[in-house]
Each structure stands twice: as C-alpha cells, then as structure tokens.
T-cell receptor
Framework: ETGVTQTPRHLVMGMTNKKSLKCEQH?????MYWYKQSAKKPLELMFV???????ENNSVPSRFSPECPNSSHLFLHLHTLQPEDSALYLC?????????????????FGDGTRLSIL | QKEVEQNSGPLSVPEGAIASLNCTYS??????FFWYRQYSGKSPELIMS????GDKEDGRFTAQLNKASQYVSLLIRDSQPSDSATYLC???????????????FGKGTKLSVKP
C-alpha cells in the first residue's frame, strides 16, 4: 500500500459546489501538509498539522478549510472556489514538522488531486 | 523573503552524459536540503537529502552542498531517458530565523535526456 494516499485523483467542480479532498498516510508520521502546485510556480505551502494541531496557515483564503481528525488523516474542504484555484493539490507527511532535530526529516507526497474549477 | 532559485530549463542532455542541476538559496541559516524528482502528472518523489558541506553519493546521483556559497547541486551520471522529469530543490531552515521548519521549494528544473 502506498505511503500517502489521496482521493479523488481528479475533481471538476463549479464555483458554488462544496467538495472535500482526503489524504491518508500509512507511514506512522505525525506531521501532515497541504500544498498547491500551479503551472510555472513553486509548490505553495497551505497548511501544516503537527500531532493534529494546525501549526501553519500560510494566508490561505477561508474558502479552503482543513481538518485533521488524527495524525493519519487530513482533509481539505472546498467551498465557493474561484477559477484561479484550479491546480494540483498535494498532501505530504513527515516524521516531525521539520523543526529542530526533525529538520532533516523529508516529506513524502501523495499523488495529488487535480482540481478544475468551472 | 526566503527564496530558492533554480533554472527552469529545459536542460537537455544526451543519454549516458552527466546532467548537472543547480540550486541557490537566499537564507544562510538553512539546515537541510532535499532533491525531489517529479514526473509529469505525478507527485514529487524524494531522491536525495544532504545536510553537511561536501558530496553525498547514492547510486548514479551525487548531491553537492556548499553552504558558504549557498549552493546545492545534483549530478546524475549515465543519464537515462527515464531520468527525464522535473527536479525540485527544497530547503529547510530548521527552527532558525522564525521559521516553522517548513520546506521552501524552487520552481524546478525540467530535464530531458535524449536517446
């Protein structure tokens, strides 16, 4: 079973729809991340959770709402999105949130959800 | 503004040649450095990590780090068509400079290995 699993792989939605992206990690990690990847731009960090607690919200609009019920699961709830939100949304996990002695811990990515907003 | 810079490419090399990918970063307190490979339509895959100045070799891959010059590179020996992908450089500041220990990514360099 792959380490980090994301569903769905593809999602097309209208601007008024509500949908959720799901991420599950089977690596025993305690930190999870949401990234946005748009064409010709670097990976943009959106949210960080460490031991289920949100430790970073990188000025993300409120139409994106994360949820982390436990260290293995992460959701991204979507509501009233804009066309510019069309992108690849990647989930990642790591052992520790990258601070201090965990700074050498790499992040492992899921295959992403390709989101298209009509 | 903490930045990681990479030449976007495409970098084209013939099969069997050495591919050299470069990355510079702006923050001197950066602690850890990672190279990810991303095939088109796929997720980033970790291929190398390096933390100390010098070279680190793993199979056909060699990562080189020079903290004084704020420069990290990835060499791919005996390049194969299957190495054609976008290579992302990522830098972790650890817990210095107010950083939360997050990774900062470059835009990536697209590598094309011609048969």
């Amino acid at each position: 079973e792959t380490g980090v699993t994301q569903t769905p792989r593809h999602l097309v939605m209208g601007m008024t729809n509500k949908k959720s992206l799901k991420c599950e990690q089977h690596l025993g990690h305690n930190a999870m991340y949401w990234y946005k990847q748009s064409a010709k731009k670097p990976l943009e960090l959106m949210f960080v959770y460490n031991f289920k607690e949100q430790t970073e919200n990188n000025s993300v609009p409120s139409r994106f709402s994360p949820e982390c019920p436990n260290s293995s699961h992460l959701f991204l709830h979507l509501h009233t999105l804009q066309p510019e939100d069309s992108a690849l949304y990647l989930c990642a996990s790591s052992q520790g949130s990258g601070q201090g002695r965990n700074s050498n811990q790499p992040q492992h990515f899921g295959d992403g959800t390709r989101l298209s907003i009509l | 503004q903490k930045e990681v810079e990479q030449n976007s490419g495409p970098l084209s090399v013939p099969e069997g040649a050495i591919a050299s990918l470069n990355c510079t970063y702006s923050d001197r307190v950066s602690q850890s450095f990672f190279w990810y490979r991303q095939y088109s339509g796929k997720s980033p895959e970790l291929i190398m990590s390096i933390y100390s100045n010098g070279d680190k070799e793993d199979g056909r891959f060699t990562a080189q780090l020079n903290k004084a010059s704020q420069y990290v590179s990835l060499l791919i020996r005996d390049s194969q068509p299957s190495d054609s992908a976008t290579y992302l450089c990522a830098v972790n500041l650890g817990n210095y400079g107010g950083s939360q220990g997050n990774l900062i990514f470059g835009k990536g360099t697209k590598l094309s290995v011609k048969p």
